[in-house]
């Protein structure tokens, strides 16, 4: 299959684009901006801006504007499209576990860019869209809260984590390419997990046992905690793997390890 990616360079794409052409595929980097798929049969959407400084325009402009001008170029040439989009469209809290079918309550800009977005796809006649949406995606090469936290467990930084009783789901950049690849060929939305949700302490640990350095956690009252920190977000992804037949293939254990590899050896 001849795909097409926005966003190859990044995160994500930098791990994606290997596993396609692995599996066979012939995979190209397309500038969104250009308006075109040049004859691809599937695009992935990964390009966007997520920064917190952005502003709201910039956010428009880049992860709605430019999104369904990638979505028109798709249509146009009879393409799949499969667009990254993201849990917080459903918002930063959730008591039950979230389903594609909760309810679309973004809590900051880049969320509400991205329900936007998937909007303005929906509305494109004759499109093919799959959409994935992810909780915090984290492995080699990882930035932001994630790396943060994996320094300050690196360094032995005592944390007033050990209180906190919630559940979060993520996904492993390794699980999260295996299902953009069995998507490529497929329409729907789906909520994607490495698996069972994990409380905060639990995956403190675990990333301190990666890094063979145990995380220090201590106790602390929750209600003094920043309420993003200790909330729960978990992800029900019974929907992707009852209708497309995915798993995620690496364990949690086999993630972080990998994740603690990148981290030493940068």
């Excluded at 595929?25 to 250009?34: C, G, L, N, T, Y």
């Excluded at 006649?125 to 943060?148: E, H």
């Amino acid at each position: 299959m001849r795909i097409s990616v926005t966003g190859a360079s990044g995160f994500i794409g930098s791990a994606l684009c290997p596993v396609l052409r692995n599996a066979g595929h012939e995979v190209f980097a397309s500038d969104p901006r250009s308006g075109s798929t040049r004859g691809a049969q599937a695009v992935v959407h990964l390009a966007a801006i997520a920064h917190r400084s952005a502003s709201v325009d910039e956010l428009r402009r880049v992860n709605v504007d430019l999104t369904r001008q990638v979505g028109q170029a798709a249509a146009a040439d009879g393409a799949n499209l499969v667009f990254l989009s993201s849990v917080k469209v459903h918002g930063e809290a959730s008591h039950a576990p979230l389903t594609e079918g909760s309810a679309i309550a973004p809590a900051d800009a880049y969320a509400e860019s991205k329900a936007r977005a998937e909007d303005a796809l929906r509305a494109i006649p004759g499109l093919r869209l799959t959409v994935l949406r992810p909780p915090l995606v984290y492995g080699p090469g990882v930035k932001a809260n994630f790396l943060a936290l994996m320094n300050a467990i690196a360094r032995g930084m005592p944390l007033p984590l050990a209180s906190i009783q919630n559940r979060r789901s993520l996904v492993s950049v390794a699980n999260l390419v295996d299902a953009i690849r069995v998507s490529l060929s497929s329409e729907g939305t789906f909520l994607i997990a490495d698996g069972e949700a994990q409380s905060t302490p639990q995956l403190c640990r675990r990333i301190g046992d990666a890094l063979q350095r145990p995380a220090r956690l201590f106790p602390f009252p929750v209600r003094l905690l920043p309420r993003k920190l200790a909330a729960s977000l978990e992800v029900d992804d019974s929907s992707i793997r009852r209708k497309l037949g995915w798993r995620a293939p690496l364990p949690v254990e086999e993630a972080l390890r990998a994740t603690a590899r990148w981290y030493h050896g940068r």
